[in-house]
């Protein structure tokens, strides 16, 4: 049996952790990506290879461009929209401030 997040301030934290959580998660995966193309990278360059074994260097090398390129993607929208709900959360905080300095006045 699963439990399901109570609401109120700590499932509210957990909410806005998510975003980090999944930028974390794709900035690590774009890092082993990385490492893995720079060790694709030598292999190539490092010994003489069989076209055979070349063209599936190549291959793997084309592959893990790929998923390097689309893990980019997704953290800069990822981190667009951080940013677009930190605005918010700003422009809230402000528009909140003005309301409770004009009410207390």
């Not at 360059?45 to 993607?73: C, I, T, V, W």
């Not at 981190?79 to 401030?97: D, G, H, P, W």
Request: proline content about 4%; hydrophobic content about 35%.
């Amino acid at each position: 049996m699963t439990r399901k997040p109570r609401p109120g301030p700590r499932g509210d934290r957990e909410k806005s952790n998510l975003g980090l959580r999944l930028i974390d998660g794709l900035e690590e995966k774009l890092s082993q990506c990385q490492r893995a193309l720079e060790a694709v990278n030598s292999r190539l360059h490092g010994a003489e290879l069989s076209p055979e074994a070349r063209r599936s260097l190549e291959r793997e090398k084309n592959s893990l461009m790929n998923k390097a390129s689309n893990y980019e993607k997704e953290l800069k929208l990822l981190r667009q929209e951080n940013r677009k709900n930190m605005l918010l959360s700003v422009a809230i905080f402000v528009l909140l401030s003005l309301v409770y300095t004009y009410w207390t006045m």
